[in-house]
């Protein structure tokens, strides 16, 4: 398979613990984004990569967020000290370049209990 | 603000049917727009995109017009199948910190075909 892949698919964890999510783009994608939706709702924007470089960071991007993409290959996702409301799926997209298609991951649910 | 919503929260068609998905976008400065299909525990699915050059493009089954003048967006299917019952996203690239790097989604419109 040749997507974007996500892992994991999904995440129980409880409030207060740290989680970490994993992104593997298309290969030759420069750009890679993160994205979070609520049930009901459209994808959310939080932030996004050149290669390496963390160029846009949403306000909804809390300081407990951090997202890395050290190599410019796979990126990762965390969230610390986890909240009830961070229960959402977290998805993963990476383009070739700016203004051409967005191809996504599965996501990755996570649920805090 | 800028902001992509949808005139209808659902859609229900008959198989066969031909089905028509709108978009409303606010921020004129948009020049990409993209439709997503999304199945229930899924992530989105691109099914076509256009540019502000352009008033229409099809693919297989599909077409998107665009009305740059209302700011209106919409997505045609024809011969709607089962296989088609999904959730749609229009989205447009995001003028955030003024690099447009992002796509922002409007709520989606979820579609039900009726055999």
């Known amino acids: 398979d040749t997507g974007v892949s996500q892992d994991p698919r999904h995440k129980i964890t409880k409030r207060g613990q740290n989680v970490t999510f994993r992104c593997d783009p298309i290969?030759?994608?420069?750009?890679l984004y993160w994205y979070r939706q609520t049930l009901g709702q459209g994808p959310e924007f939080l932030t996004y990569f050149q290669n390496e470089a963390q160029l846009e960071k949403s306000r909804l991007l809390s300081d407990r967020f951090s997202a890395e993409r050290p190599k410019g290959s796979f990126s990762t996702l965390e969230i610390q000290r986890t909240e009830q409301g961070d229960s959402a799926m977290y998805l993963c997209?990476?383009?070739?370049?700016?203004?051409?298609?967005?191809?996504f991951g599965q996501g990755t649910r996570l649920t805090v209990v | 603000g800028e902001s992509v919503g949808l005139h209808l929260p659902t859609l229900s068609v008959q198989e066969g049917d031909n089905s028509i998905i709108n978009c409303a976008y606010s921020n004129s400065a948009s020049d990409y727009f993209i439709w997503y299909k999304q199945e229930s525990g899924k992530g989105p699915q691109f099914i076509i995109d256009i540019r502000s050059n352009m008033d229409k493009r099809q693919g297989q089954r599909v077409t998107v017009l665009l009305n740059k003048t209302v700011k209106h967006l919409s997505l045609q299917i024809a011969a709607t199948q089962p296989g088609d019952s999904a959730v749609y996203f229009c989205a447009e690239n995001g003028d955030y910190g003024g690099s447009q790097g992002n796509l922002i989604f409007g709520k989606g419109t979820k579609l039900s075909v009726k055999p």
């Open positions: 290969s030759e994608h420069n750009r």
């Open positions: 997209a990476s383009t070739r370049t700016e203004n051409t298609e967005a191809f």
